[in-house]
């Protein structure tokens, strides 16, 4: 085979787009899950803690990472919530059991401090609500208590709580996985549909322009996935204005050339919800367009099979914040992760919403240890490099490139790639992972009627230890690193991609 058939290639035009960003596509998720919330964002008494208690170590880390969105407070954890429970005074919240991950839920942080964390680090709330346990009445008296601007019981009873001006919530998510048999009040398509549909029209009621997401299915891989998407708009489709996806991948049983092609599950599954929304707007005889909030999204090994960040395991029931998930994300990690980023970005036609699921310690981006240092992991540099210069126009990138076969999925391109255009400026960024394990890929991208006259940056993230992570001990172990022989020739691209990177190429 010639070196020119190893080389991939594409064409950037600027009459060739997908969509403008929606800014929220670089959202994340904090839930009363193990150590995100107490000892992660929340923990009076450390150093760094702020009047609120809030680590400022942490919120400069989150400031770093790009957050735009935070969805809280789950996740399986809200199907149980009981949201007055973190009101008020903090000596009066109830201890409550948190079924969902059978822990000690103490409610110290609760929905005033929650406001206050995202107002800190510039974000916007979305607020989940607990259809699982609950219902409408209990939807439409947080809806005021958090959006009413006064005079009414609930409303007057937050700026007794000392938050007078309306926290203005716009973005809800009606329930959470209400598909899984392990959530807690579970329920049928139909049932979910209907409850959806009563609770999304009782909100309009007190605002017609909240925006509302209604549960889609937990995974693509749920049996009752695509019936039950089309049951619940049956029911809902003129009443909210996203349905959501959960998608989680890891490495299972050494197949990392599989696992380093995760991102084609993740488009497959948006483009059959996409096809599935539409379908019922057709069936429906609606003009209305429903998109997808990508509301839960990481590697997970969901098996234990990651190292963790302290070593230690889950610890006894009912503890208060135990060390759940905490996993330990190596350089290959980080790499799915830029390609789960990549495919999220190229359908930012429809997917408007998106969380890493989740923000600190479970899942996270961010570690820290209760009273001691936080730092980055390995997937911290892609989400914030996407999220600092992926804001703009997605240009339409149809790549020519070289393929293998992969044991789940099988022929893949080993490129992966996306370019965003600043508006504004005219700069372009090119993202791109190679996902081959040992060899370098060339790349070629003709840049046509852009005005591009330089190469800015390119950044990589790779290691020759592709296990390789950042650790309490070594926190800056792994970091991007810039490119060597990166040329702009002309309209013409040049680069050579190291094997399994994430790459951010900038052009201005």
């Known amino acids: 085979m010639s070196e020119t058939s190893h080389t991939a290639r594409f064409t950037l035009d600027p009459d060739f787009t997908v969509s403008a960003v929606d800014p929220r596509l670089f959202g994340s998720f904090v839930e009363h899950l193990g150590r995100c919330v107490y000892t992660g964002i929340y923990e009076p008494g450390h150093p760094t803690a702020d009047e609120a208690g809030l680590r400022e170590d942490v919120l400069e880390l989150i400031r770093e990472l790009g957050v735009s969105v935070v969805r809280y407070p789950g996740g399986n954890f809200v199907s149980g919530y009981k949201w007055e429970d973190g009101v008020g005074p903090k000596d009066q919240r109830p201890r409550r059991l948190d079924l969902a991950w059978r822990s000690t839920e103490t409610n110290q942080?609760?929905?005033?401090?929650?406001?206050?964390?995202?107002?800190?680090?510039?974000?916007?709330?979305?607020?989940?609500?607990?259809?699982?346990?609950?219902?409408?009445?209990?939807?439409?008296?947080?809806?005021?208590?958090?959006?009413?601007?006064?005079?009414?019981?609930?409303?007057?009873?937050?700026?007794?709580?000392?938050?007078?001006?309306?926290?203005?919530?716009?973005?809800?998510?009606?329930?959470?996985?209400?598909?899984?048999?392990?959530?807690?009040?579970?329920?049928?398509?139909?049932?979910?549909?209907?409850?959806?549909?009563?609770?999304?029209?009782a909100m309009r009621q007190i605002d017609p322009d909240v925006e509302l997401v209604a549960c889609g299915s937990s995974s693509q891989s749920m049996e009752t996935f695509a019936a039950w998407e089309s049951t619940v708009l049956q029911h809902s489709y003129e009443l909210v204005d996203h349905i959501s996806l959960h998608a989680y991948y890891y490495e299972r049983d050494g197949d990392r050339d599989s696992f380093l092609?995760?991102?084609?599950?993740?488009?497959?599954?948006?483009?059959?919800?996409?096809?599935?929304c539409?379908?019922?707007?057709?069936?429906?005889?609606?003009?209305?367009?429903?998109?997808?909030?990508?509301?839960?999204?990481?590697v997970w090994y969901q098996d234990g099979s990651a190292p963790t960040l302290s070593g230690e395991g889950r610890g006894e029931d009912w503890a208060e914040a135990p060390r759940l998930l905490e996993d330990n994300y190596s350089v290959t990690d980080a790499v799915v992760f830029g390609s789960l980023l990549i495919a999220l970005l190229r359908h930012a036609d429809r997917v408007k919403v998106a969380c890493l699921a989740q923000l600190v310690n479970v899942i996270a981006p961010i570690a820290t240890e209760p009273g001691g240092a936080a730092w980055r992991q390995t997937t911290f540099y892609p989400f914030a490099q996407a999220s600092a210069h992926g804001r703009g126009t997605v240009l339409d990138v149809r790549a020519e490139s070289p393929r293998h076969t992969t044991a789940q999925y099988g022929e893949v391109d080993l490129l992966h790639a996306t370019a965003v255009r600043d508006e504004t400026t005219g700069a372009v960024t090119v993202f791109a992972v190679n996902r081959h394990q040992t060899e370098t890929l060339p790349l070629e991208v003709t840049l046509r009627g852009l005005g591009l006259g330089e190469v800015v940056e390119h950044s990589v993230l790779a290691d020759a230890d592709p296990d390789a992570r950042n650790t309490a001990a070594r926190p800056d172990r792994v970091t991007p690193h810039p490119a060597t022989g990166t040329t702009l020739d002309g309209e013409v691209l040049r680069a050579t991609l190291e094997p399994l990177s994430w790459n951010v190429i900038r052009l201005a």
């Open 109 to 201: 942080f609760g929905l005033g401090e929650f406001v206050d964390f995202v107002r800190k680090i510039q974000g916007e709330p979305m607020m989940a609500i607990n259809l699982g346990t609950r219902g409408v009445a209990e939807a439409i008296e947080l809806q005021e208590y958090a959006n009413h601007p006064g005079g009414t019981a609930l409303s007057d009873l937050r700026a007794a709580h000392g938050d007078k001006d309306p926290y203005d919530i716009r973005l809800w998510c009606l329930g959470n996985e209400m598909d899984g048999p392990w959530q807690t009040g579970h329920k049928t398509a139909d049932e979910y549909g209907r409850i959806a549909a009563e609770t999304a029209r």
């Open 261 to 276: 092609a995760s991102a084609v599950d993740t488009e497959s599954f948006i483009e059959n919800v996409v096809a599935t």
């Open 278 to 298: 539409d379908h019922v707007g057709a069936r429906l005889k609606s003009k209305k367009t429903i998109n997808l909030s990508f509301d839960e999204w990481n």
